[in-house]
């Protein structure tokens, strides 16, 4: 069975520290994949708030994730303490993707995912270019 592999960029461009809460936990006693999902989520909503946007409003531009891949690398339980390092991967006219490295307090790997973004127009419903002052940000 072909696995998915994901190779994370070297440059990282934002660190976000977020805990394993008791809802993330599933059935198992570990992170479930949906919270997983959820917290990388929160990670982007984190990083982009710390450049002052939010993902409906990137110099009014909003942004939907296209496609989503993650590469399951050990479990995690509840209390534990999060590090998702995002690194930014390749850029075109309308989209870009973000890397997400997930490791736990003691630096063991937990995931590493890739997430597709596209700048979007949600009041012409249309797909829209990356803001320039935006890109000059994702291009450092």
């Not at 461009?13 to 198992?28: K, M, Q, S």
């Not at 690398?73 to 991967?89: H, K, P």
Request: net charge negative; charged share 20%.
């Amino acid at each position: 069975m072909a696995r998915i592999k994901i190779d994370i960029p070297v440059k990282s461009i934002a660190e976000i520290r977020l805990p394993v809460r008791i809802t993330d936990i599933n059935y198992g006693n570990h992170l479930g994949n949906d919270a997983l999902v959820s917290i990388l989520h929160e990670a982007r909503v984190h990083w982009l708030a710390q450049l002052g946007y939010t993902e409906l409003n990137v110099e009014n531009t909003g942004l939907i994730m296209s496609d989503l891949g993650i590469e399951y690398r050990n479990e995690s339980f509840y209390g534990d303490q999060l590090t998702i390092t995002i690194a930014i991967g390749d850029i075109s006219s309308v989209s870009f993707e973000l890397y997400y490295h997930v490791t736990n307090q003691h630096n063991k790997e937990i995931a590493k995912a890739k997430t597709g973004m596209v700048c979007y127009d949600y009041e012409r419903k249309k797909v829209a270019p990356v803001p320039s002052k935006f890109l000059a940000i994702i291009q450092q």
